[in-house]
Every structure is written in C-alpha cells, then in structure tokens.
C-alpha cells in the first residue's frame, strides 16, 4: 500500500514539473541577467588581458636623460615670430631638495593614489568615463602624474581616444623604467606652470622671486594648483581664481591630513605676494596679442600645457609692422604730452572689417608692468566717440545728413547738456553737428529717435557691456569695451555688416600636418547700406574739417573723437576701407588727465601713426560707397528741434520790436535796433559750402516715426559683402 502511494506521489511531482512552465518574465529576467553577468565577465577579461598586456612592456632607454624640447612658436601674418615657448627658468631639481607640503599638495590635487597605482588607474578611468557620459561633456579627467608625464615627454595633449591608449601604454613603460620618487622628480621638474615656468623651480622664481625651499605654505599650494589649468590660474592674469584654486588645493591636503586645520585656515588667509614680473617678457614681441591668442586656442580645444608642449607652429592675423608702430607709437606720444607715469596708459585695437582679422592689439604701454588688458578688460566712457551710434539710430529712423537741427541749449526733463565752450551755432545741417561734435545736437536727436533705438543699435553692433536707459547714453556717459567698440565702427566701413573679430589663423603639428584653419568668420548684416555710406559720409568731415583733423593720414578716412566731460577719457576711433582702429587715453586709476588731453590730440595723434604704417599695403583706396552730398546750410527748412525752440521762446520775454513798442521810441533808436536785428541774421548764416563725397547709392527713407515708439529698428535684408 505504502509502495503504491509512494509511486503516485513520484509519478504526480513528475507531472507537476512538466506542467509548470516559466513565465516568460522570468525567460527576460534571465536574459538579462546573462547579458550582465557576460558583459562584467567581458569586462574584467578585457581589464585583466590590459593589466597583462600593459605590465609586458618593456622599459625605455635613456629615460633619465632627458630635458624639456620646447620649440612652440607663434608667428605673425608676416612670419615674424612674435613668441616662443622657451624654458626660460628650467632648472632640475632633486627630489630631497623639494618641500614634502610641496610633494602632498601636488598628489592631492593631481594624483591620490600616486603610490599605489601602476602607472594608470583603471578605477579613476571609470569613475571619470561615467561623470563624463553623465554630464555629456568632459568635467573630469582621469590622468595620473604618470600618463602627464608620458604625455609631456612623448605625446601632444590631441584629444582621441588613440592618444589616450598611447598614454597607457607610455605610463606602464615609464613605471618599469624608473621608480615613483624618480617619476615624481621629473614630473616636477618638467611641468608646465605658466608665465614661461617649466618645473616647480621655475615656478617659483618666476612667482615669488624666491627658491622653492623659501616658499611658504600658501606659495607651495599655489604652485601645485597650476598644472591643471597654467593660464587660467596664473596669478599675474587672474588673482581671483589663483587664490580660489590655491584654496582648494589646501583644502585637499586638509582633508587628506596632510596639513592640520590651523594650518589650513592661516595658509587659506595669506596675502599672495608676487615677484615683479621677470624681464623675459620684453622679448616677446606682442604680448597683450598672445594672451588673447591663448585665450582663443583654449576656446578652440587647446589649453596652454598642449601648446606651450606641442611644438606647434601657431600662425596669428597679426600685422607686426603696424603692431610694432602701435607699441612705439603709444609711448611717443603719451611722453610727448607729458604722461610718462605708470597709470598714465593707452590701448589700441585694429581689425579688418572684411574678414576678421586682428591686425594690431596693444593693451597697454608696458606689459613688464602691467599685464592688465585694456582692450578687452577696461569698461571705460568713450564720450562723444558714441554719437554715431546715436546718429546711425537716426538715419535708420529717416532722418539724413542734410536735416537741419538746432544747435542751441535744450533741456530734456532734468537734463541741460551744454557744448564745449558754451558755443553754440543755431540752424545747422546734421552733419556739421557730427562734425563739430554738438553735444545738443545729440541730445536732441536722441530725444527724436527714442533711447531704446540707440540702445537696439548699440546691441546689434555688438557692444555687450550694459547700457542705462537715460538720454545722457548720447555723449558717451556709460563705459565700454574698447574690442567691442571698435568692432561697432566696423559696421560703417563695410556697408552694415558686423563682423567678428579672430587671432589664430592656423595651426601647425611639428611633422606639419595642419590641425586647425580658422573658417570664415561670423558675420551679420546689421544696419542698410545707405546708413553706412551716410555714417561714413559725416566722419569723414570730421577727419577734414573737424575735430579729428590730427588724425589725417592724408588718404580716405572717417572717424569720430571723443572726451568725457570729467577729462579722465579720451577716445579716437576711426576707419578706412580695410581697416579699423580704436585708441584710448587714460589713467588706470580713473583720476582726471591734464584738461589739453583730449581725442582730438594723444588719441587722434596715435590713430594717426598707427594707421600710417597699416594702409600702406591699400594705397589710396576710397570707400566702396555712392556718392552721399553734403550740402550747405539751407534755412527754408524745418530744424530737428525747433518746435522746441518755439515753446522756449513763448516762455522768455519777448524781444521783437511792436508798433506800440515804437511809439516810446525815438527814429533814431528804432533805426539802431532795427540794423542790430538784422546784423544778427545776417551773422547766424555760417558761409556757403559743398562737400561732395563719393559713397553708396542713397536708398529710400522710411518715414520718420515718433520719438519714443516702440518699433524695432529696420533691418537691411542681407546681401553680399561690399
């Protein structure tokens, strides 16, 4: 019986085993599950088959000899080589003699598991791979002081994953060559730290003025911070960020116990003291340039350590000649006027408004004293230098250069600008108001256009630094940037196209291959073409009969002066077809120039120089503009403004002669008063003149709108480069 049950149990579990199927959830569940357990089997295969590989490598020969070959150079567009990545400071060092804070801050900042890894750090490289995929951009890097110096020594910092493995494979070899105390000796000693700094030594002297034994804390730290970014945290470029990034360096030694926290807090709270700066910097040729160079390759994908490294050929837009003539042009003329002192500066930016290039960038007078960036840096008030802005905003408006306009005081709310000198010239044409640089005449044609106009114009030119809604914008009452300004100017010498300025034109491997061509630059066509050839119609007399006569290089040019009121800034901007210059004046401290500094002299005086030498290669060429007439003083015409006159008038006592009037006088006062009169008139209408200048062909106007309504500003519709 016990046998019969025992056989229907066995023969009911069979059958129950064969009617239970899966599910199919768990056939997926499984799947996967293979997938993953096969794909970490992969994995590790593939990380072991590395290990194994990298770990068969052989040695390198003569690794102990080697010094830094640094032969980077950057070259002007005439191949005159205007800076080259030379060692200046490299001196080896031992290990022993190198501070041990020294040794922990760089491993903290560059390398924690220095002494533990085999050259390369499989778990660092996956971290880093997956905050990467995560991020969708490069935010970590996974190099040990190993592979940075596998990459120094042998490779270029070429993003591919081909360099990468190339690394690996150099970092395992250096690790069976020599010992970690002897890589990190020559890491050390062979680093690029900025300023021309190659070694911790270097970095040092070049610093600090001081051995690297001498250095504090805080110094030590700095220095440590460097690798990572030389340019960037460069205390002589940026204080700021040298001290954010000589912080955190402290703060990982701290927290890796290597410095207690109450030498953290007094290393954190120490004042950088840095060395004057070494005078192997007058040897490079154009050094405001370079930096921006610098600047743009990093935007382009280099940084400093790959190019200062690379032994790359880097091929600039630079003009050396007339950026030679710029540099000496700056420091005759601001002795000439008696500026000979440290804050007494002046900055000058060219730029092709064809196609982008920078021909001439000085931003400053002496770079051994100031590495201070005056061009893209300094936000000074440009003055009357802004009122073509405000006159451009006016022709697109309607209104021309023949408009007549009144050339007397005016208030607007609490507002009363006066003209220089108190001079004031009654119905005048438009142009003669650019051109003698009626600062009423401004503000009345501001108050007709509205200021949002001017501030849309200022925008779509491409000056960024923020602008306050206020009718004073008009005489140049907010600061600018001298690179943005000048690329505004540019838009008047091209037909209304603004163009975007650019320094590195190529660059070259060592073996020569070509791995970056600049593409054609950005450009915008911003205001219409009958407003460019009016714009440069108007400052062209300002350069002939105006107040910009110092800068007449005695071929076709226009230009614009200015001077704040307060004498502390003096501008001359200018153009001919081909190139465009902008000039400031000014002392760094903000204080008030001698009251003879104006833009029509130190300004004018250097555009003048520079310009001399930069147009040679165009001869004489003239605007490629139709002919825009300026004519004479026409006084049958309503004035931009009188309507304003006419209250101002009804509200004065009324000065006209009456019948009743003469019935109290004699005839021989009547006659008096009656030939004063008409002296007056007589004397008011300023002589008859025609200035014809060949521009491009007049386009019709729109019809003047009302001063404030907002209406955007009308756009030419773009066409080909003129």
């Not at 051995?211 to 804390?217: A, G, I, P, V």
Request: glycine share 6%; proline share 6%.
């Amino acid at each position: 019986m016990s046998k019969y049950y025992v056989n229907k149990s066995a023969k009911d579990m069979a059958k129950s085993n064969i009617s239970n199927k899966k599910k199919p959830e768990n056939n997926i569940f499984s799947t996967l599950k293979f997938v993953i357990l096969l794909g970490c089997a992969c994995l590790l295969a593939g990380i072991a088959s590395l290990e194994l590989y990298l770990s068969s490598l052989p040695p390198i020969e003569n690794l102990e000899q080697w010094k830094p070959n640094i032969i980077t150079k950057i070259y002007s567009s005439d191949e005159e080589i205007i800076k080259t990545f030379t060692a200046y400071t490299f001196q080896k060092i031992e290990l022993k003699d190198i501070p041990d804070n020294l040794k922990k801050a760089l491993i903290a900042t560059e390398d924690k598991n220095f002494y533990r890894h085999h050259g390369y750090d499989i778990g660092g490289l996956a971290r880093s791979t997956v905050q990467n995929i995560l991020a969708g951009h490069v935010v970590q890097g996974a190099s040990t002081i190993t592979q940075q110096l596998a990459r120094v020594l042998f490779l270029n910092n070429e993003r591919t994953f081909d360099r990468k493995l190339k690394e690996l494979f150099i970092a395992a070899r250096i690790e069976k060559t020599i010992s970690k105390d002897q890589i990190l000796e020559m890491y050390m000693n062979s680093v690029y730290l900025g300023a021309g700094a190659y070694g911790v030594e270097g970095a040092s002297q070049i610093y600090f003025d001081k051995h690297l034994k001498e250095c504090s804390l805080a110094e030590l730290a700095l220095i440590a911070g460097l690798p990572q970014a030389p340019s960037v945290y460069n205390p002589f470029n940026n204080m700021d960020l040298a001290v954010k990034r000589r912080n955190q360096v402290l703060m990982r030694m701290f927290r890796m116990r290597y410095i207690t926290k109450d030498e953290y807090e007094a290393a954190k709270e120490e004042k950088v003291k840095l060395a004057k700066v070494p005078q192997y910097y007058t040897t490079n040729k154009a050094p405001y340039f370079c930096d921006y160079v610098m600047k743009e390759l990093e935007k382009l994908g280099f940084d400093e350590t790959e190019i200062a490294n690379g032994g790359y050929k880097v091929v600039t837009t630079l003009d050396y000649k007339a950026q030679k003539a710029a540099d000496e042009a700056i420091v005759k003329n601001l002795k000439n006027w008696g500026l000979n002192g440290d804050k007494n500066q002046a900055a000058v930016f060219s730029f092709s408004p064809i196609d982008g290039k920078i021909l001439v960038y000085a931003g400053g007078k002496d770079y051994a004293k100031s590495q201070y960036d005056r061009v893209t840096q300094a936000i000074r008030p440009p003055g009357s230098a802004f009122k073509p802005i405000v006159y451009a905003a006016a022709m697109e408006k309607g209104i021309t250069p023949n408009d007549l306009i009144e050339d007397t005081p005016v208030t607007i709310g609490n507002w009363s600008p006066h003209n220089y000198g108190n001079r004031y010239r009654g119905k005048i044409p438009v142009y003669t108001a650019l051109t003698v640089s009626s600062n009423v005449c401004a503000a009345r044609i501001i108050k007709e256009v509205g200021i949002r106009s001017v501030i849309q114009i200022a925008r779509v030119l491409g000056i960024e630094t923020p602008l306050e809604y206020d009718y004073t914008i008009a005489l140049g009452s907010n600061g600018v940037k001298l690179f943005e300004f000048t690329r505004a100017y540019g838009a008047f010498a091209n037909g209304g196209f603004v163009v975007q300025p650019y320094a590195v034109e190529r660059v070259e491997t060592p073996r020569g291959k070509v791995v970056y061509r600049a593409p054609k630059t950005r450009i915008s066509h911003q205001l219409s073409m009958n407003t460019a050839a009016e714009m440069t119609a108007m400052m062209k007399s300002v350069v002939s009969n105006g107040t910009g006569r110092a800068a007449s290089i005695g071929k076709p040019a226009a230009g614009k002066t200015g001077t704040t009121d307060d004498n502390k800034d003096a501008y001359f901007m200018g153009y001919t077809p081909h190139i465009v210059t902008g000039v400031w004046v000014g002392n760094d401290d903000n204080t008030v120039m001698n009251k003879s500094i104006q833009g029509g002299t130190v300004p004018a005086l250097i555009w003048k120089d520079v310009m001399a030498v930069a147009t040679e290669p165009y001869g004489n060429a003239e605007f490629n503009y139709p002919e825009i007439k300026l004519v004479p003083y026409s006084g049958d015409k309503k004035a931009i403004g009188e309507e304003d006159e006419e209250e101002n008038k009804e509200k004065k006592e009324d000065k006209t002669i009456n019948l009743e009037d003469t019935q109290m006088m004699s005839p021989e006062d009547i006659s008096k008063q009656v030939n004063s009169i008409l002296n007056r008139v007589e004397n008011s209408k300023p002589t008859p003149q025609t200035t014809t200048i060949p521009q491009p062909v007049a386009q019709p106007k729109p019809t003047p709108k009302p001063a404030e309504a907002p209406i955007p500003i009308p756009m030419a519709v773009p066409e080909g480069l003129h």
